[in-house]
């Protein structure tokens, strides 16, 4: 049975073959995309794409294989070839593979490693100089590629006219291929673009799911199969991970099948994501007790220092509620108890307001002890050269539309943020991020800090084109109050690595920079950004 039909479908929207009409253009991926494209044509060399299992690093792969294919205004001037499975044994077998993928014809086991290599340099000067044409080589599963095969794609490069280099190479990877780079920086020095393709957010989330079914759907009578809650949950599953997204949505379908049912809501992809992986599932329900166990205890920790809970009967009336609901999962009690946040949360889990931003917004407005939460980070003067969407992705990480709004509220004498000249004062609201942007248990290297935002963030754009590897990251805490901090983006195991890697910053970032073990347990944060892109703009 196609039960893709069953649901007013013409055909399966959550299919996990790469299929190239169901590719969701994200901004995360349709950024990596033209920056490759425009690398590749501009002949620019070599090209690396960073990504987690799932992020959707082989869709694009296809992706620009097909860009290039069906180009009108290319003619056949750009060859694409694919290395799917680089893990090889030794630089002989590299090589062919590399001449057979090229259709380099060869004589077997009389060719040498320099034969191969000679082969390959006239190839590449007949398509690239007497034909015009641009050869690119787009590696998958970039990190299983041996330490000789760096060396011998470092060769490749070397290849080159006056005016451009004679092959385009993309490698697309995990991130174990990070240390690789780290290991091989004579390779390392070599890579024009370096793009860290993320899981989608939220918006993109809803927006993935529901282009597909779109796309899949009879015209003008496409389905709407997921409620508000019911997408929200898939996202806190998934985590934005596409492949997780389409395996979770497949059976999200086949479950309202088997029930009867129309639309998939809250419980329904809760379920089922515990059907589709023992790991998955309890990642999910830790999540979810987690953060509902954080938002209660911020609750009542904010209402015990306000006066708003008494000593004794608020104390009987949650343990009455414990008693009297036998909810799991801790969502009818919340609703029920607090009566400051059922508006909210009601509203998150019925309307279109993530239950994230629900939880940020009330861990804003009832602030821990000690704590007093600016309504604003700061003012920032827009600089020639630089835009404010930039600027609030340095702040901000990968913002919402919530926090945008926010941004325009702030600054009502902006009429259009897209539009900002030179000279023009930005406010920049103070929004709780929502997770810590900080693994735990690591040692950190702060490279500056201080409470002057002016300073710190000119500090950071200036190095931050000569050391990728620095994050910029606005916090609070009792202790040193509204900060502005620098920090190095990979976390040590021991603070001797973290000392040679201060060691190795120049001056006089060195001399200024601190290893931390951790900042103070009242810290918050304002960005949500764990790492990405390594380009700026």
């Known amino acids: 049975m196609d039960y893709f039909k069953i649901l007013n479908l013409k055909k399966e929207p959550f299919s996990n073959s790469p299929e190239p009409e169901f590719f969701f253009q994200s901004d995360k991926h349709l950024g990596c995309l033209q920056k490759l494209e425009l690398a590749v044509r501009l002949r620019r060399g070599l090209n690396v794409v960073i990504g987690d299992v799932g992020t959707g690093k082989t869709t694009l792969c296809r992706q620009l294989i097909l860009k290039f294919a069906e180009a009108e205004h290319d003619s056949g001037n750009t060859e694409t070839h694919l290395l799917m499975d680089p893990a090889f044994t030794n630089p002989l077998e590299f090589l062919s593979a590399v001449a057979l993928t090229f259709g380099i014809s060869f004589s077997g086991n009389s060719d040498s490693e320099w034969q191969f290599k000679e082969n390959i340099k006239k190839y590449l000067l007949e398509k690239s100089v007497d034909e015009g044409k641009i050869v690119v080589l787009i590696i998958d599963e970039g990190q299983k590629l041996p330490d000789f095969c760096l060396e011998i794609l470092r060769e490749f490069l070397n290849y080159e006219t006056n005016e451009c280099k004679l092959l385009q190479i993309v490698i697309l990877a995990q991130r174990e291929f990070e240390q690789t780079l780290i290991r091989h920086k004579n390779f390392a020095d070599r890579v024009n673009l370096y793009y860290f393709l993320e899981p989608l957010n939220f918006r993109e989330t809803r927006g993935m799911v529901r282009f597909r079914i779109e796309k899949a759907g009879n015209t003008g009578e496409t389905p709407s199969l997921f409620t508000y809650p019911g997408l929200l949950a898939l996202y806190l599953a998934t985590k934005g991970y596409p492949r997780k997204i389409v395996t979770l949505c497949h059976q999200v379908i086949l479950a309202l099948i088997i029930q009867n049912r129309s639309k998939a809501g809250w419980f329904m992809v809760r379920s089922c994501a515990g059907r589709v992986s023992i790991r998955q599932g309890k990642s999910f329900r830790f999540l979810m ?85 600016p309504d604003s980070l700061g003012k920032l003067t827009v600089k020639g050269g630089r835009t404010v969407w930039w600027m609030l992705k340095d702040f901000y990480g990968d913002f919402e539309d919530g926090q945008f709004k926010a941004v325009e509220s702030a600054n009502p004498h902006i009429k259009d943020l897209n539009m900002v000249m030179a000279g023009e004062v930005v406010n920049l609201p103070a929004i709780p991020a929502k997770a810590i942007p900080l693994p735990a248990g690591k040692y950190l290297v702060r490279v500056a800090a201080n409470g002057n935002i002016e300073e710190i963030y000119e500090l950071y754009r200036n190095n931050q084109k000569l050391l990728p590897s620095l994050r910029f990251l606005p916090y609070r805490n009792s202790r040193e109050g509204l900060i502005f901090a620098i920090f190095l983006k990979e976390a040590y195991n021991n603070p001797g690595s973290a000392r040679d890697a201060v060691g190795k910053l120049p001056q006089p970032l060195a001399s200024n920079a601190a290893v931390l073990d951790k900042l103070d347990d009242d810290t918050v944060f304002f960005t949500n950004r764990r790492s990405g892109g390594l380009e700026a703009e």
């Open 289 to 373: 007790a987690t953060s509902l166990s954080a938002l209660f205890v911020i609750i009542v920790a904010a209402g015990l220092f306000y006066g708003k809970i008494s000593d004794s009967k608020p104390t009987k009336e949650v343990s009455d509620t414990f008693k009297e609901k036998k909810n799991p999962t801790g969502t009818e009690l919340v609703l029920n108890k607090i009566d400051k946040t059922d508006t909210a949360v009601k509203t998150a889990l019925s309307e279109e307001i993530p239950l994230p931003e629900a939880v940020a917004k009330i861990s804003h407005e009832l602030p821990a002890p000690g704590q007093t939460m």
